[in-house]
Structure formats: structure tokens, C-alpha cells
């Protein structure tokens, strides 16, 4: 059994799970979002916003993603580092695909740093492919790498 099924569910995140999310995004990148960043993500009529939570009900993962149209934007997945490698990444994934599947997206998109390899792994796992990079994207000056998966518009 893979750990990521001892998950207990997967809900709409709210601004009462922000302070455990801000730990994880802390934790998890060295540019995290503030605070503010999620509540707009919170409030915007784009964007989903879902947190994993554990057996215990602690939050463990979560992500923000926009669907627009025909696309899903995925702009942020993290899982809490003491969790990782657990299956939590392809759950959230999979959570993701199917919402924008039900939602008639044709495409998702994301923005990936280079030296994120655990995350490209992942992506290159569903078949997302690069498609461009965005030059000195991140504050640091870091590039992106922008991967997309066409999705089947068969069932």
C-alpha cells in the first residue's frame, strides 16, 4: 500500500490552514509566496486550492492551481519535507488532472525551476514536456523551465 493512501482527505484549502501551509511553502522553496499570495489565490474565481491532510488532520501537502478556459496553470505543489517521497506529489497530481479533465482543459501548464529536479521527475512522470524557458523568472534570478501536457480529449 502506498503511504499517500494513509491520507485522509483532500479538501478546499481555507484561511484557517494558512499557517501550515506557510510552514511547508517555507520549508519548501527558497522564494516561498506570502501569505497574501494564497489569500488571492483564495479569493480569485480562477483558482483551486487544495490541502492534503494526514491521519491526524495536520496538513501535509497542498497546491494552487488556475483553470482558465481550456487551461489548467499549475502554480504551486509542495509537500511537507518529513512526507516527501511518499507518493504525495503523484496524489496531488492526479487530483489536479482529474479536476481539469471534468473542467474540458486541453492543456496544463507549469513553471518549474531547473534545479528542481525531484519536481521535474514528477512532472516528466505524467508527460509533461518543456515547451520554453522563462529567463531569470524567479527572484534569484533563476530561470524556468515551462513544461506542458496536452491532455486526451478522449475518454
Known amino acids: 500500500m502506498r503511504d499517500s493512501m494513509k491520507i485522509k482527505r483532500i479538501e478546499r484549502m481555507t484561511i484557517a490552514d494558512l499557517d501550515e501551509v506557510l510552514q511547508i511553502e517555507n520549508a519548501s522553496f527558497s522564494d ?22 494526514g491521519p491526524n488532520g495536520k496538513i501535509v501537502a497542498y497546491t494552487v492551481y488556475w483553470i482558465a478556459g481550456p487551461e489548467c496553470h499549475i502554480l504551486n505543489i509542495a509537500v511537507h519535507p518529513e512526507m516527501r517521497r511518499k507518493g504525495l506529489g503523484s496524489l496531488l497530481m492526479d ?26 521527475a514528477l512532472y516528466q512522470k505524467y508527460g509533461f514536456a518543456p515547451i520554453g524557458v522563462r529567463r531569470r523568472y524567479y527572484s534569484n534570478n533563476e530561470d524556468a523551465i515551462v513544461m506542458r501536457l496536452y491532455l486526451s480529449t478522449k475518454e
Request: net charge negative; charged share 25%.
Open 32 to 53: 516561498p509566496w506570502q501569505r497574501l499570495a494564497f489569500e488571492n489565490a483564495l479569493d480569485s474565481q480562477f483558482s483551486r486550492a487544495l490541502v492534503a491532510r
Open 95 to 120: 487530483t489536479i488532472l482529474e479536476d481539469a479533465r471534468k473542467c474540458s482543459c486541453e492543456e496544463v501548464v507549469l513553471e518549474v525551476r531547473p534545479s528542481n529536479l525531484p519536481a521535474i
